[in-house]
């Protein structure tokens, strides 16, 4: 498949079932929820090292946030709802309850539920008073700039982690332009984030090492410099590969981030140094989802 | 004391001895360094909760980077080099190998080293090559952008955390107007960071806690919401109060920012509902360092 | 009336007949269509001193943009046609002609039509081309980094400028961030922008002057430093004043920003230090428009 | 001469003599004095359309500016100290005066002097109090936040307008990438400024035009859609070029800053598409300044 000259391979991004949750973190301005989110959030790109992969989802405007001040929608990712609880539970312990005007409510609905202000109420020392509004119970908690106010839990869901596509450029230049127009026009979706430091990564791997106790080493058959190997899946004219890493909450989600952000890069073309598409897999038999490009990108076809 | 209207309490700030250590992420540009910046100094706001506390200390314009390339300088702080040693190497790994264009050198010289890309090297998967330049020892790793650079080792150095001051206030709006002023004061001092979320704590703790198992809990004496308590410690003027948090490679660099800050928040002065500076400090016999107030404020007596 | 405690008063702004402009600024990515719009919506606070009003009126995603790039819509504000045909087409053709990667479209549709790519197409010294599309002439202008892409013509429209609102609060500090507060609130709404710098002004003022040949001057009745005077209409617990100006393409576009960032200011309430709400007029018999603050907030009297 | 496989022509920037001065702007915070520069710098791309040429030289900490607060330090270039005078007291007046919290101060020094809040202060109806400090006046008018503190005269000094250099790329995405990272190196120098959206310019221009009127029009010789132009001035590998434009307080500043850009592109080089660097001039009769692209990379040569 050709889009603008770009080559799509027949290929698919293998992604995997994780349990995922939304928070809501409000402050007295956008300044300070955003502080906020952007700790709470960092050193969160990948499950292996991290825990959890997390990312502001967006902003949210004082008409949409339960307290009526402006908000920020952050996601949190995990590859189990234990991992995920303890995570969110040292997170807002760390990085909101700590942050100046915040406060912190459930973003996600639904009957299960982990733990958001449940434990970390118990800084008040006592101090701290329960409150039921609307059937929902929140915590008032005494601290230095007044109270902070959480709500008991938030409810966690299943999710899509490691939707992923990647750009083939002839240099550097390209593929980081081009990868910046994809997370550009990825960004403002809903129910999905880009866990990588500004929403691309250039270290992709294969499962498995030559040395012994480690899981998973580089992707030498989409490294440039080893192109003489044997495996390489690099073609002459490509001198540089960037990743898009996709976790979003349903896989219709992951799929429509997909599409947006390989249109976004399809869009510059073989005039901007764009050689091709492809999605980093492992077989097909580690993740529950195999998002074929070649039917996401179906009715661009030959365009 | 006081200053410009505001009463300096005759107390201390009480900090501990660290380890810590810098290093220099560049890239091909300031935006994608500080990305990968960003990311690996994100949750780790405190020790206890993250393990190490971490954030940029100043941007480095390409003639004095390793590589001539734009760059951010980090710091890292932790309780000892072992703790520091393993949350270095996980973040790089994790946060700078990952992140497209970048590269990681030493930024703190000195005989006690850690390793820096030592182990992350084996990423490679043997494609990885060694180099020395000038009696140092670098890791070329082949990634899907091409090359990822990284120094072998950086250095350890002995530094001071939990240098602090806290800002006493009429309201919310003056304690963190007066607040953003000390942290847009300190931010571009060298050799400290302030590690909570956007430079600001509100949640000031004491040691201990009615419930079992926490080591922590509320500094109920300077709640707004507990004045009422019979151990408050804030006059009926204050309903807010804010820390500024401070780890720096010396003494001297805690006492050079807490001073400039201290400075900033009295330059607004009573007029704009500053009524005092104090500071958090555990009784004295945990910390190793005892930042006197009226030492550090002497010179400005009676302004 | 009263909300949240604060005294909203009996009095309307006063607001003037303009005439307006949408464009589309796109590029290749959202960073460089921003620059060109922050620059060309620079210098443009008053149609006083300025000639026009303008401003970023919000990003537009590439699903929303006529040539499917990132883009920003910025909107413009004369006292007629004539004014902002000339200040539209000066402004393009410094900051927007000039802006690499850029292109410009029409924002506005309607039948009044005024030059936007018409007069700037000159630039391309005989080599550009036109080209219609769906009914709309486009012309291609050779630049250095490729084609200058711009819609001949744009829509003009009726449209109100100068609507406001003042924050009466006991310090700066408090009447900064209420004003931030509102400013936040009112930025993401569709239809309108702040004109004056970062959204807020402080230099109200009152027709007429002592000095002869200035038609305006410090409106004295506000200025906290002159509440000796007979005529001030500052009570003894106001400290501080800021103003937030509206321009927007209909009345009801003002009313419901004027709404909206009164209720930002309002919900911070008299513990933050907000006295009041007032808003500046002339009389009555310069401007077309009078937004009355009671018949705005009618429904949150009270609260 | 070529610098990392980039070929240097042989060739000059035609700069010309302009008239300059320098005004700190200070504020409560960054935030402010930054909105304040930003809006007066704004629409300040070319002296042709906008009379001004405008930027802010870097921000200044509250150590070095007169009142001991954050502040901005705002370089303006013109034609001669008429145009200069006329431009910097409307800027001030719609701009600064109008902008919360700010204050503002000669950045220059010398003999010869130029109105800074000696007109803006008519503003204060009479209310406005003169304060010599040191020597020099400054006026204190009322106004809603309080009152704007003015310097009476800034300093005008003799500097250079129009250094320059063009980035010629294979495609787009690689001159833009290469221009802002010589943006990026330059942006931190003293004594200068980019007056174009974002540092940069794309519309390049030679004297003259086919349409009676017009006194510049699109330099085709540098335009890759008119390679097949007999004067076309690009190789076949061109696809796309970007000028950045330096004005600077004196020719060695302008220098330096040339210096520095061509070298960050340079160190890109041809491995990410990077065909030469060149210079615009107009035959060396226009402007009094040349220089000479060999002269000034000269010890780079053959690297």
Known sequence: MVINGVEIENTFAEAFD?????IIITAINFKWARHAAVTMTGFATSVIGCGVEAGIERMMHSDETPD????????LFATSGKVLTKQLETRVGQCVLTCPTTAVFAGTEGEERIPL?????YFGDGYQVSKIIGGKRFWR?????????????????????????????????????????????????????????????????????????????????????????KGS?????????????IDGLTAADVKHAMRTGIHAVCSLGTAEGIVGITATNFGGKLGAHHFHLWEIMGDSAGT
């Open 141 to 229: 908690v005494p601290v230095m700039d007044g109270e902070f106010l959480c709500e008991e839990t938030t409810g966690k869901t299943q999710a899509v982690g490691g939707g992923n596509f990647l750009v083939l450029a002839r240099t550097v230049s390209q593929a980081l332009l081009a990868s910046e127009a994809a997370i550009d026009a990825i960004y403002h979706l809903p129910h999905c984030i880009m866990p990588f430091p500004g929403g691309g990564v250039r270290s992709g791997s294969k499962v498995g090492s030559k040395y012994k106790g480690l899981f998973a080493s580089t992707n030498d058959s989409y490294c440039p410099t080893l192109k003489g190997l």
């Open 68 to 75: 009526g001040r402006p908000g920020v929608a952050v996601l």
């Open 233 to 245: 899946r690099l073609t002459p004219d490509v001198g540089s590969a960037m990743e898009i890493v």
């Open 117 to 121: 202000g449940k434990h970390v109420r």
């Open 18 to 22: 994780m349990k995922a949750t939304r």
